[in-house]
């Protein structure tokens, strides 16, 4: 098998072409410029080369057109990739509203992707997904920094411990598509590698329905939620230990430190490993940690569940 000779990557995902055409719109202008300046340089070397001893040059002291030219147009310029690229990156890093698309968990480990789907569904180092939905995934990693690349999709996220970071595409395209680490992560680093598969929807519904499969997110942090015992203290109850979480996600909580704080994924993943930093008002700080007794991925599952109590209650008041 001879490879062919690729510059880019294939354009596979809504945002590909957007990115490519961005990066040739630099590329065009870099070149133009640079062939500017080359040849001003070689014509002005000739043009006003010293022809004999005696040859002087007229002095100029300056030319406001010129200069005002000079500074004016490349700053018009770099304006327009400015906000070329400004509009590009805001669309990158907002993920479309969650009911339209599917978020898949994702957690790096050295040296490997794990990945679970909305059913429950579970892979290592490949990640299936229909055509032409949104796809959001939440990522966080059980070890060091990772990043998560997918080049024909033009995009690419770091993969933080402690933290959850975002990456969301929509394919358009169907095939195999490479799936790379993207930061040093020790000695594998260069193994930590897989593959996206891009399938027609029906194809990702009966290949859900082939895998391991089972137990959803949300159900499994329904069960770890009990397990754990969480459920004795935020049963939902009034005079409960802890406070109610249905329809917790998404709110603001007052802290008993005094201000506020939005309860999003990173919140609530704070609040179970290490719950006294901030506590709700009203409630005392008795809550212990549940640092080394769940996994990354049951910390995802956990709040998977929250979240699911918060879709409940919105469904319940329409
Ligand atoms: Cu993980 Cu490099």
């Given at each position: 098998m001879t490879p062919e000779f690729q510059f880019l990557p294939p354009q596979a995902s809504t945002l590909s072409s957007e990115v490519d055409a961005l990066f040739f719109f630099v590329l065009g202008i870099?070149?133009?410029?640079?062939?500017l300046i080359f040849l001003a340089v070689v014509f002005f070397s000739i043009r006003y080369r010293r022809k004999s001893d005696s040859d002087a040059p007229e002095q100029i002291d300056g030319s406001l057109l010129l200069e005002l030219t000079w500074t004016i147009?490349?700053?018009?310029?770099?304006?327009?990739?400015?906000?070329?690229?400004?509009?590009?990156?805001f669309e990158n890093s907002r993920p479309p509203v969650a009911a339209e698309g599917i978020e898949i968990l994702v957690t790096g480990k050295q040296w490997m992707w794990k990945?679970?789907?909305?059913d429950g569904t579970r892979e290592i180092n490949e990640l299936h997904i229909p055509i032409g939905r949104?796809?959001?995934?939440t990522m966080t990693s059980e070890d060091v920094i990772h990043s998560f690349f997918i080049p024909a999709f033009r995009t690419k996220m770091d993969v933080l411990p402690g933290r959850y970071t975002s990456l969301w595409f929509e394919a358009t395209k169907e095939g195999k598509f490479h799936l790379f680490c993207a930061e040093y992560c020790g000695t594998k680093h260069s193994e930590m590698i897989g593959w996206v598969h891009v399938m027609q929807p029906h194809e990702y519904e009966s290949w859900l329905g082939g895998g391991s499969g089972g137990?959803?997110?949300v159900a499994a942090g329904e069960r770890l939620f009990s397990e754990l015992g969480c459920v004795s203290c935020h049963s939902g109850e009034s005079g409960s230990r802890g406070p109610d979480l249905a329809g917790l996600y998404g709110k603001?909580?007052?802290?008993?430190?005094?201000?506020?704080?939005?309860?999003?994924?990173?919140?609530?993943?704070?609040?179970?490993l290490s719950p006294l930093s901030k506590v709700t008002e009203g409630f005392e700080p008795v809550m212990p940690t549940y640092q080394g007794l769940v996994d990354e991925m049951g910390i995802m599952r956990l709040i998977a569940y929250v979240?699911?109590?918060s879709d409940l209650e919105g469904a319940e008041g329409e």
């Open positions: 870099s070149i133009v410029f640079s062939g147009v490349p700053f018009l310029i770099c304006l327009v990739m400015f906000a070329w690229g400004a509009k590009i990156f990945v679970q789907h909305p949104p796809i959001t995934l137990e959803s997110a603001t909580e007052e802290l008993a430190s005094g201000g506020s704080v939005k309860v999003d994924e990173s919140y609530l993943r704070e609040s179970i979240k699911s109590l």
